[in-house]
């Protein structure tokens, strides 16, 4: 099963055994996230994240190092990170994830063309 997920840039702090430090979220779906960060905790440890979601609502999170860029061949250079399999999200992060698949995405403006151009 694949879950959907959902292109961010929210700035995040976050606890992890001995690792405390911050990066930003890069993508987030329904059963986790990846957070970009040169700060990378091990596989396995108990992750405890906070956030702002857009509207500026804290959301503090909770999961597992699921896996690390550390750990990963992934052609195309990936940033540093690791995803997240979380374990206590709450409401608010629902609540986050309904109101970012509600955002359209980014239209780019396309000059019209010139006549005789």
Do not use: H
Not at 4 to 33: C, D, H, M, Y
Not at 46 to 61: M, T, Y
Not at 90 to 102: A, D, F, K, P, Q
Request: hydrophobic share 35%; charged share 20%.
């Amino acid at each position: 099963m694949v879950d959907e997920r959902i292109q961010t840039a929210l700035q995040t702090s976050f606890e992890a055994g001995p690792v405390k430090a911050s990066g930003e979220i890069g993508n987030v779906g329904p059963r986790g996230l990846f957070v970009e960060t040169p700060s990378i905790p091990e596989t396995g440890e108990k992750v405890e994240l906070r956030f702002e979601e857009p509207g500026g609502q804290q959301v503090d999170v909770t999961g597992v190092v699921w896996w690390t860029t550390d750990c990963q061949q992934i052609p195309g250079g990936q940033p540093p990170g690791f995803g997240v399999l979380l374990v206590n999200a709450g409401e608010t992060y629902r609540e986050l994830l309904r109101s970012l698949r509600r955002v359209p995405a980014p239209v780019t403006a396309v000059s019209p063309a010139r006549p005789g151009a």
